[in-house]
Each structure stands twice: as structure tokens, then as C-alpha cells.
Nanobody, 115 residues
Framework: VQLQASGGGLVQAGGSLRLSCAASGRLFSINDMGWYRQAPGKQRELVAGLSPGGSKDYSDSVRGRFTVSRDDAKNTVYLQMNRLKVEDTAVYYC??????????WGQGTLVTVSS
């Protein structure tokens, strides 16, 4: 299993970014996945989850601003991030597997939101 996360970068507060997580096979349609982030000095946290059936869940801090979606034809999951805030600055990771399992992690992509 390989996961390749991309799409991070530097953006001003209020702006948008779209992260992508490409899998090495048709994995997202049969496994839970999640987008996590880890800010400097903080623990890694789950910000968005997507089930094989398409159910979505978000942390309170991003609900209404972030949207997780999936393209099974491309074996890719996306995280659309709108109205970004300085506190969204973090390394973002995608993970294949439910939150309680070790799972498989992508390499992380850095999102920096400037004021």
C-alpha cells in the first residue's frame, strides 16, 4: 500500500487549497480513510473522515470549511480547504484505515497559512 499526499503550500488567510491523496490501488472504496494534521508542538488530530459508503465526518474546527471527497476512478481522495485560518497551519497526512487501527499513512504535505 502506498499513499501519496500532495497539494500543500503557502496561502493567505481566507484562501483555499486542495489536498490530494493518491493510493496505489482501489483502496479508498473498501476502507475507511482520514485526513489528519499535526501542527508544531501539537498532537496529530483527525480533521476529516470518509467511509467506503461515502459517509463523511469532520472535526469541529474545520466543519463547514473543509470538504472531503473521493474519485474512485483515480484512486484519489481530496480535501478541499476553504476560508483557511492561520491555525490551520500544519502538516497534513492521509491515512488508510479507521482511527483505531495502525493503518497506512501518506508522507504528509505542509500547509502554511499566513496572516
Amino acid at each position: 500500500v502506498q499513499l501519496q499526499a500532495s497539494g500543500g503550500g503557502l496561502v493567505q488567510a481566507g484562501g483555499s487549497l486542495r489536498l490530494s491523496c493518491a493510493a496505489s490501488g482501489r483502496l479508498f472504496s473498501i476502507n475507511d480513510m482520514g485526513w489528519y494534521r499535526q501542527a508544531p508542538g501539537k498532537q496529530r488530530e483527525l480533521v476529516a473522515g470518509l467511509s467506503p459508503g461515502g459517509s463523511k465526518d469532520y472535526s469541529d474546527s474545520v466543519r463547514g470549511r473543509f470538504t472531503v471527497s473521493r474519485d474512485d476512478a483515480k484512486n484519489t481522495v481530496y480535501l478541499q480547504m476553504n476560508r483557511l485560518k492561520v491555525e490551520d497551519t500544519a502538516v497534513y497526512y492521509c491515512k488508510l484505515g479507521d482511527p483505531g487501527a495502525p493503518g497506512y499513512w501518506g508522507q504528509g504535505t505542509l500547509v502554511t497559512v499566513s496572516s
